[in-house]
């Protein structure tokens, strides 16, 4: 609890005290000034007749402050009239976090979250027409439902279960305005991928994923650096494969590159000038600092799949 909702808490218990000093104090006023003029209600005594409007002036005023507050707080409304529900929603929440937090400490994961679903690519190609592009989303979810329902039921998911407005959400993503802007200048990929970790027995879940095909490296940028220390004992081999499978996919998927990380993991090492033997010999009989650099071995772009790259050791200037 913190010091807020604690002075909260307190104001709050110190206006319903006052509140009902004051209604207490009204009531009895309004009685005293029915008993001092004798009134009399339904021929009952004027001794009867204040009481019984110094507690009903009481429950009056309590009624009129009680429905002001309720008509002007949401809260004070909920507490009075769903309080019940809320309780329950709290409980089922609480349950359903106690089942999620089983399934992932205990249950099988059959697809991670960002992992693609389908080996099928859709493309919407420049300049493409609304009616074209609701034409490929339509084609590529039907192939991919039909691709993700035939591959993972197989490992324990449940069938995918379609939206009732699907094709109204196709035709949203296909008119989508940043869509059209990226295919004013370039082709669009479609590419399905988990929206989410599923487990098994897990209903299958995707989504659709787009991505403009635009050049991320030309041939011979660089890509991804690292310096490494000369020595007998250093590995180049070791130090390549970590160059490809660490650095060059950070160094991708990054701003602005943000080359898709599924591909990314695709890196592989394309002969160069270089072969690792004498990159080998170089650091076995160097000395101080060498720098491997992985630079692009064509141009790159997302239909690429993948990255090509030439390595190349060189001494690091000091």
Known sequence: MSFFDLLRGVGIVFFIVVLAGVIAYLGDRVGH???????TLFNIRPKYTSTIVAVGTGMLIALIVTLGAIFA????????????AINAEIQQARQTAAALEAKTTTGQVVVNYQTLMSNSIGKIPQNASSQVRR????????QTVANVNRTYTRYGLQPFKEPKNVQQL??????????????????????????????????????????PDRLVYRRGDVIAQEIISSGKNVN??????????????????????????????NTGVVPGVQRPEDMQRMLS??????????????????HTFGIPIVVTLQKASQ
Request: aromatic letters at 14%.
């Open 33 to 39: 000034q029915v008993g001092r003029k004798r009134l």
């Open 73 to 84: 707080s949401n809260q004070v409304k909920t507490a009075f009239f769903r309080l019940g």
């Open 135 to 142: 034409q490929v989303y339509s084609q590529y979810y039907r």
């Open 170 to 211: 196709l035709n949203s993503y296909a008119d989508d305005p940043r869509l059209q802007s990226w295919l004013a200048d370039t082709d669009v990929l479609l590419l399905a991928t988990a929206d989410q970790n599923q487990y098994r027995n897990d209903p299958i879940h995707f989504a659709i994923t787009a991505i």
């Open 236 to 265: 180049v081999q070791l130090a390549i494969s970590e160059l490809a499978n660490q650095f060059v996919p950070y160094a991708a998927t990054k701003a602005p590159n943000n080359f898709p990380p599924y591909f990314a993991r």
């Open 285 to 302: 009989g160097g000395q101080g600092g060498f720098v491997i650099t992985a630079f692009a071995a064509t141009d790159i772009y997302p």
